[in-house]
T-cell receptor
Framework: DGGITQSPKYLFRKEGQNVTLSCEQNLNHDAMYWYRQDPGQGLRLIYYSQIVNDFQKGDIAEGYSVSREKKESFPLTVTSAQKNPTAFYLC????????????FGEGSRLTVL | DAKTTQPTSMDCAEGRAANLPCNHSTISGNEYVYWYRQIHSQGPQYIIHGLKNNETNEMASLIITEDRKSSTLILPHATLRDTAVYYCIVRATNNAGNMLTFGGGTRLMVKP
């Protein structure tokens, strides 16, 4: 079945360590997105990519980095510079130019101890 | 993109219609209204979207007022599985980044 796969679903890390969250889609979508969600809050955009080898910062990009070397993959690295990395991270994708229907993965919950 | 205002929470009896309001008084002529929902600890799910006319699909109906300043999402026969946070979002058709800005949403609790 086509879809978006995020891994790992749960991740625990020590403070000061970099962490990379995986996002893979087999929907042949052009655009991919990373959102962060804190408890009881809405989603905030971290980074997005409309085509391979290109990406733009969202509203809260500081402390995060991404790459888009392949159309189907958009990994997110949470660096040690991110002050409060504990959160629920959601990856999404859509066909470029489509009227905004985003397809989301199931999310990755990162806890920094 | 225009901002939206939604009630923080609502209750609905199982089997009854759930009517979720959204205010988007600053909406522009080229902005669509989208609805997504998020069941606890899962990724958001697309429900429906519209520009001017009312829309209906297998999940819900979207009623947009004539002045487009508000809309209502209707779940005609709510079930316990419809308990979720519902997000109303407006987005311009020329939004090249295809980005959607999610606010706090409405937490709908469907009760037996």
């Amino acid at each position: 079945d086509g879809g978006i796969t995020q891994s790992p679903k749960y991740l625990f890390r020590k403070e000061g360590q970099n962490v990379t969250l995986s996002c893979e889609q087999n929907l042949n979508h052009d655009a991919m997105y990373w959102y962060r969600q804190d408890p009881g809050q809405g989603l905030r955009l971290i980074y997005y990519s409309q085509i391979v080898n290109d990406f733009q910062k969202g509203d809260i990009a500081e402390g995060y980095s991404v790459s888009r070397e392949k159309k189907e993959s958009f990994p997110l690295t949470v660096t040690s510079a991110q002050k409060n990395p504990t959160a629920f991270y959601l990856c999404a994708s859509t066909v470029q130019g489509a009227n905004g229907e985003l397809f989301f993965g199931e999310g990755s919950r990162l806890t920094v101890l | 993109d225009a901002k939206t205002t939604q009630p923080t929470s609502m209750d609905c009896a199982e089997g009854r219609a759930a009517n979720l309001p959204c205010n988007h008084s600053t909406i522009s002529g080229n902005e669509y209204v989208y609805w997504y929902r998020q069941i606890h600890s899962q990724g958001p799910q697309y429900i429906i979207h519209g520009l001017k006319n009312n829309e209906t699909n297998e999940m819900a109906s979207l009623i947009i007022t004539e002045d487009r300043k508000s809309s209502t999402l209707i779940l005609p026969h709510a079930t316990l599985r419809d308990t979720a946070v519902y997000y109303c979002i407006v987005r311009a058709t020329n939004n090249a980044g295809n980005m959607l800005t999610f606010g706090g949403g409405t937490r709908l609790m469907v009760k037996p």
